[in-house]
């Protein structure tokens, strides 16, 4: 099983600001089979990137996503306020499709 | 436009069974592969079972292997997990999904495990 483990836990910045996520992963995820997430309260999931660099149908271009191997980044150009929820990282490069435990970014 | 409804949560008490569906709309159901994920109150997600397009490919992640079925059926667009011998631990909303990652999400189905 590959492990997924996303730092910060918590990220605290102001809107206008870039935020990096990082999710690192316990081995390589090959094809870059690796996808990300964001959910805000009360709500689903919404799939922000796949193929750890494709921007998922209507996800605006301050997001972006890099990496391969076991390290991969999200990054957010400049925060906006709607930006601010949880971030969570996914592999499916083999079953089981992992999680990471997710980082929160909180409005500073 | 893409709908997936869940519905079949409720309180349960351990050891007991429910059956989840989820009814899919606005795409093609029977060319995707379909997942159930979960998460727990104030938790992260979890990835829980996968079935491929036609049925004949499924897996579980090991927290509950042995206890849930994956299932679907492709004339009817829906899809099913079948849970057993439920532990308090299992408590959790229960998304259905497409595909591997998932594109697109259901809004959820609560199940919960108590006494």
């Known amino acids: 099983e590959i492990v997924l483990m996303q730092s910060p836990g918590t990220l605290s910045l102001s809107p206008g600001e870039r935020a990096t996520l990082s999710c690192r992963a316990s081995?390589?995820?090959?094809?870059?089979?690796l996808a990300w997430y964001q959910q805000k309260p009360g709500q689903a999931p919404r799939l922000l990137i796949y193929?750890?660099?494709s921007r998922a149908t209507g996800i605006p271009d301050r997001f972006s996503g890099s990496g391969s191997g076991t390290d991969f980044t999200l990054t957010i150009s400049r925060l906006e306020p709607e930006d601010f929820a949880v971030y969570y990282c996914?592999?499916?490069?083999?079953?089981?499709?992992?999680f990471g435990q997710g980082t929160r970014l909180e409005i500073k | 436009q893409v709908h997936l409804v869940e519905s079949g949560g409720g309180l349960v008490k351990p050891g007991g069974s429910l059956r989840l569906s989820c009814a899919a709309s606005?795409?093609?159901?029977?060319?995707?592969?379909m997942s159930w994920i979960r998460q727990a109150p104030g938790k992260g997600l979890e990835w829980v079972s996968y079935?491929?397009?036609?049925?004949?490919?499924?897996d579980y992640a090991d927290s509950v292997k042995g206890r849930f079925t994956i299932s679907r059926d492709n004339a009817r667009n829906s899809l099913y997990l079948q849970v057993n011998s439920l532990r308090p631990e299992d408590t959790a909303v229960y998304y259905c999904?497409?595909?591997?990652?998932?594109?697109?999400w259901g809004q959820g189905t609560l199940v919960t495990v108590s006494s």
């Open positions: 999904a497409t595909g591997r990652y998932s594109s697109y």
């Open positions: 606005g795409f093609a159901f029977s060319d995707y592969y």
């Open positions: 079935i491929n397009s036609v049925g004949s490919t499924v």
């Open positions: 081995q390589s995820v090959s094809s870059s089979y």
């Open positions: 193929g750890a660099s």
């Open positions: 996914q592999q499916y490069a083999g079953s089981p499709f992992t």
